[in-house]
């Protein structure tokens, strides 16, 4: 797509005008979806490909993007998102949507909030990015002479953990967080191992970590694609989006696989800000505040059920 | 004073882009492109509707009959796996003006040349 449209403006002569190329790919430059990553990740971390490794096309893009930069004089930014917090209109599959949608369906059963993710992962670390933070981010590397041509890891700037956001959550739709969730019974919960090289294991040499790292696993207590498929939770669903006026296909299309993998994968997730801030780059968002901020915006496009 | 080109312009990211480009004065034409239906946009903002999975003489074609152009490209389009369907602007709602009152930033906001 990239390398077509490129192409394309060469065709048009639109290129000519060309002066900065910012392109988005995200966090799974590391190699996050497939295993343990080296924490926290840097943009210098060698990319993670070679012998027992899938392909990325992320760095297939980033490769087309410097050799057509050096072709034809125009320079790039790269930014590495993470996790992203945010809504998109017609487009349900993300993970605050999800989230709350999760939440409601399960005030609207009783109002027990169990984190369906995995219970390793809970008090482990994460590392989100505000969709609008990250626009800020792109309009401020646009014109920063520094940034040319180069990658940026882009997230909020904070570190959380889902034992802190949890609460929160459950709180503000009206939810209660069992005490003892993660002694109850798990009869719709799956477990996915990952790569059996996970990306950690590339630094194992150098951290004096060889034979010590294992390969990662998404473990769902709940596993969210089963969970949705639920007779109880469709009829709930049902009945929110009747009473509240709300855009029924929101449940239906939201990608639950997403937002499982998300919450059941069993390792940290730290990403580094340092290359960004060292060229000046001062913004900075509170996750939770965030999120509250993308929820809202949901609400208001009757995407999700009013909360307060 | 700098023009733009978003792609992925309805997606999570995209969007964004384009509204903060548009509320920077300073953008005096952003081209917001995507396959589907566009949001409203303000004046600064023309949607332009292109396919990204065609070959490029078909994009040339489609860049060149809305003349696209622009000094700085944001590419946030993208072929998730999980991208099933179109995003599709049910109600032609435009999104809101976003607040980047949370947004904390030292003195300046950060994009300011």
Redesign the interface.
């Given at each position: 797509?990239?390398?077509?449209?490129l192409?394309?403006?060469t065709?048009?002569g639109?290129q000519k005008?060309?002066?900065?190329?910012?392109?988005?790919t995200g966090a799974k430059h590391y190699g996050v979806h497939l295993g343990p990553v080296k924490c926290p990740m840097v943009e210098s971390d060698p990319w993670i490909e070679g012998e027992g490794r899938p392909p990325n096309f992320y760095y297939t893009q980033q490769r087309i993007l410097a050799s057509a930069a050096e072709a034809a004089g125009w320079d790039w930014v790269v930014t590495y998102?993470n996790d992203?917090i945010?809504?998109?209109?017609?487009?349900f599959?993300?993970l605050t949507t999800s989230l709350a949608l999760y939440a409601a369906v399960n005030k609207e059963l009783g109002g027990e909030l169990e984190f369906p993710g995995s219970e390793t992962f809970y008090n482990r670390f994460d590392s989100f990015t505000?969709?609008?933070?990250?626009?800020?981010?792109?309009?401020?590397?646009?014109?920063e002479p520094k940034c040319s041509n180069e990658a940026f890891n882009m997230v909020n700037g904070d570190v959380e953990t889902w034992a802190n956001l949890w609460p929160k959550l459950a709180r503000r739709f009206g939810c209660k967080v069992p005490p003892r969730q993660f002694e109850r019974a798990t009869p719709i919960s799956s477990q996915m191992k990952l790569l059996d090289k996970p990306p950690f294991d590339d630094c194992a040499t150098a951290a004096g970590m060889v034979g010590k790292i294992k390969p990662g696993a998404v473990e769902q207590r709940i596993d969210l694609i089963k969970w949705s498929q639920k007779k109880e939770v469709k009829d709930a669903w049902a009945r929110i989006a009747e009473r509240e006026g709300l855009?029924k296909d929101a449940f239906a299309?939201a990608?639950w696989?997403?937002l499982g993998f998300v919450l059941g994968r069993n390792y940290d997730i730290v990403i580094s800000m340092s290359k960004a801030r060292k060229l000046?780059?001062?913004?900075?968002?509170?996750s939770w505040?965030?999120l509250e901020?993308a929820f809202d915006?949901l609400e208001?496009?009757k995407i999700v059920p009013k909360t307060k | 004073m700098p023009t733009a080109i978003v792609t992925g312009a309805t997606g999570i990211l995209g969007r964004e882009i384009v509204a903060a480009l548009s509320q920077d004065s300073q953008w005096t034409k952003i081209h917001a492109l995507s396959r589907s239906q566009k949001d409203k946009y303000p004046p600064s903002v023309q949607h332009d509707k292109i396919d990204l999975t065609a070959s490029a003489q078909d994009i040339a074609t489609q860049l060149k009959n809305q003349g696209v152009e622009g000094e700085y490209l944001f590419f946030a389009a993208y072929l998730a796996k999980d991208d099933e369907g179109e995003a599709s602007d049910v109600n032609g709602k435009g999104y809101n003006a976003p607040h980047l009152s949370t947004v904390y930033t030292e003195r300046n906001p950060p994009y300011i040349i």
């Amino acid at each position: 797509m990239l390398q077509n449209f490129l192409e394309a403006l060469t065709i048009t002569g639109a290129q000519k005008k060309l002066k900065r190329v910012l392109l988005t790919t995200g966090a799974k430059h590391y190699g996050v979806h497939l295993g343990p990553v080296k924490c926290p990740m840097v943009e210098s971390d060698p990319w993670i490909e070679g012998e027992g490794r899938p392909p990325n096309f992320y760095y297939t893009q980033q490769r087309i993007l410097a050799s057509a930069a050096e072709a034809a004089g125009w320079d790039w930014v790269v930014t590495y998102p993470n996790d992203v917090i945010g809504v998109a209109r017609g487009n349900f599959m993300n993970l605050t949507t999800s989230l709350a949608l999760y939440a409601a369906v399960n005030k609207e059963l009783g109002g027990e909030l169990e984190f369906p993710g995995s219970e390793t992962f809970y008090n482990r670390f994460d590392s989100f990015t505000y969709s609008r933070l990250h626009a800020a981010f792109q309009l401020w590397a646009a014109f920063e002479p520094k940034c040319s041509n180069e990658a940026f890891n882009m997230v909020n700037g904070d570190v959380e953990t889902w034992a802190n956001l949890w609460p929160k959550l459950a709180r503000r739709f009206g939810c209660k967080v069992p005490p003892r969730q993660f002694e109850r019974a798990t009869p719709i919960s799956s477990q996915m191992k990952l790569l059996d090289k996970p990306p950690f294991d590339d630094c194992a040499t150098a951290a004096g970590m060889v034979g010590k790292i294992k390969p990662g696993a998404v473990e769902q207590r709940i596993d969210l694609i089963k969970w949705s498929q639920k007779k109880e939770v469709k009829d709930a669903w049902a009945r929110i989006a009747e009473r509240e006026g709300l855009e029924k296909d929101a449940f239906a299309q939201a990608t639950w696989g997403f937002l499982g993998f998300v919450l059941g994968r069993n390792y940290d997730i730290v990403i580094s800000m340092s290359k960004a801030r060292k060229l000046g780059w001062k913004g900075y968002i509170d996750s939770w505040e965030s999120l509250e901020e993308a929820f809202d915006e949901l609400e208001s496009l009757k995407i999700v059920p009013k909360t307060k | 004073m700098p023009t733009a080109i978003v792609t992925g312009a309805t997606g999570i990211l995209g969007r964004e882009i384009v509204a903060a480009l548009s509320q920077d004065s300073q953008w005096t034409k952003i081209h917001a492109l995507s396959r589907s239906q566009k949001d409203k946009y303000p004046p600064s903002v023309q949607h332009d509707k292109i396919d990204l999975t065609a070959s490029a003489q078909d994009i040339a074609t489609q860049l060149k009959n809305q003349g696209v152009e622009g000094e700085y490209l944001f590419f946030a389009a993208y072929l998730a796996k999980d991208d099933e369907g179109e995003a599709s602007d049910v109600n032609g709602k435009g999104y809101n003006a976003p607040h980047l009152s949370t947004v904390y930033t030292e003195r300046n906001p950060p994009y300011i040349i």
